[in-house]
């Protein structure tokens, strides 16, 4: 289970170190991809089956579901830790997610996967949240949580 968040720096390499909490739950291959909200997803090897098998499963007949394949397959890539936890971010997703070299990352647990984040999005991102939730609690009761 992936929890928390932690900040890091991204190398002039665009390798990020992915925390040693994270590391244990991480097998040494992942699955990193563009997420909906302009960051970044690592996926467990096991999780990536799991989604891709329901993404490939939807009709590309349904322009929805050709836009979530196009979203998550096509910037893909298979990515794997080195010896220092590290991950290589390919320029593409960089560029995607609004990454420079040696800036800050905030690397984010969300249980079965981790997103990763530019500062001022998460910020952006998890104040709006908040705002969503705080206006309508009844959000929860329609989660059935």
Do not use: H
């Amino acid at each position: 289970m992936f929890l928390g968040q932690f900040t890091y720096t991204l190398d002039v390499k665009g390798r990020l170190t992915v925390p040693s909490r994270f590391r244990d739950e991480l097998p040494t291959q992942a699955v990193l991809t563009r997420g909906l909200d302009r960051c970044l997803v690592l996926y467990p090897i096991d999780v990536w089956g799991e989604l891709s098998q329901k993404v490939t499963s939807l009709p590309i007949t349904d322009t929805r579901g050709r836009a979530l394949r196009r979203i998550f397959f096509a910037d893909a890539v298979d990515v794997e830790l080195d010896r220092q936890g590290r991950i290589l971010i390919p320029d593409r997703l960089r560029e995607y997610a609004g990454l420079d070299l040696s800036s800050e990352v905030v690397v984010v647990g969300l249980d079965r996967f981790i997103e990763l984040w530019r500062p001022d999005r998460w910020e952006s991102q998890n104040e709006e949240q908040m705002e969503i939730v705080s206006e309508d609690p009844a959000i929860w009761e329609s989660l059935k949580i």
